[in-house]
């Protein structure tokens, strides 16, 4: 059942992919704005209880509405999955930024490529070279897709629709509250660190799925050598992991706000271009065809037992 939800909603979401910025995500936006307005004292223990609000009535009204359609049918059960994950997964929603800024390196309008990067960052990229342009992309491919994809499969395999809508609530509050704030503002630290946790398997299990579909001893090599040197832990696993996997030096400087910024190098072997970001796609499909040929081999097994 789960194996046909999870068919079903990526090829929905292939026909008609909803927007980055639809109205589902920007309604949990405002309340997140609203809960953090009303609970934000400055202190750890108010993050704590804004998002238990913000995220357990999701929680609670996913898990009713499924138990509800459930006693109707299971039909009625697997549509109210197909629908979640619908909305909780967003394949096309990097994919689009992806392909673009590919086909305008293609044809070498590095402006353009530029302006699409900083749209989909939401950072200017004006300074950087074709080369920066192609690293940074194939950068937010690897992560965008763990994020949008596998990260959410994981948990719905694990908890069913529940895990798919707390994977990406989760993921959204922890982005909102806790990016960039520290100790100076305690508020979000629940949520980050809540989500770090939730995150830690399934972003190994993204790495180590790139390791298998693309080289895998260089994949390892650069998974055990180079993430800890990454600033966030976790997004190190899945680019040298994504880099090893590749053949591709990811990290690495960028020209940026009349400057030149230091980071860790990832990867190895060439360096990042069209080619790179050509291999970036099937890398990433790849992985998703193994995804679910393995749990296909699971409902089967499942079926029969």
């Known amino acids: 059942m789960k194996f046909l939800a999870l068919l079903v909603a990526l090829a929905l979401e292939q ?35 804004a998002w238990l609000l913000a995220v357990l009535p999701l929680l609670a009204a996913v ?17 109210w999955g197909i629908l979640l994950l619908y909305a909780t997964m967003g394949f096309r929603q990097f994919s689009h930024y992806f392909t673009e800024i590919l086909k305008m390196l293609a044809r070498e309008d590095t402006a353009a490529a530029r302006a699409l990067l900083g749209e ?17 992309a ?19 395999i694990v908890l069913g629709p529940a895990g798919a809508v707390l994977y ?23 949520a980050a660190r809540f989500f770090f946790w939730l995150d830690w398997l399934p972003a190994r299990l993204t790495a180590l799925t790139f390791a298998f579909v693309g080289n895998f001893e260089d994949a390892i090599y650069c998974w055990r050598s180079q993430a800890i040197v990454w600033s966030t832990h976790t997004q190190g696993v899945i680019l040298a992991a994504g880099g090893g996997a ?9 020209h940026q706000y009349g400057s030149v910024q230091f980071r860790p190098e990832l990867g190895l072997g060439a360096e990042a271009g069209v080619d790179a970001m050509e291999g970036t796609v099937r890398l990433i499909w790849r992985s998703l065809v193994l995804w679910m ?11 029969l037992a």
């Open 15 to 49: 026909v008609r992919p909803l927007r980055s910025r639809n109205r589902l995500y920007q309604a949990f936006d405002r309340y997140a704005d609203v809960l953090e307005n009303h609970f934000n004292g400055g202190e750890y223990r108010h993050g704590v209880v």
């Open 63 to 79: 898990l009713a509405v499924y138990l509800a359609l459930y006693q109707l049918s299971a039909a009625a059960a697997l549509a």
């Open 120 to 136: 989909w960052r939401g950072e200017s990229a004006q300074e950087f070279s074709a080369q920066e342009i192609a690293r940074v």
């Open 138 to 156: 194939i950068e937010q491919g690897l992560l965008s897709s763990h994020r949008h994809v596998f990260g959410t499969i994981a948990w719905f």
């Open 168 to 190: 990406r609530a989760s993921a959204m509050l922890a982005g909102k509250w806790g990016t960039g704030r520290g100790e100076s503002d305690p508020f979000g630290n629940f």
């Open 246 to 254: 590749l053949g591709v030096r990811l990290g690495d400087t960028l």
């Open 293 to 303: 040929f393995l749990l296909f081999l699971v409902t089967v097994a499942h079926a």
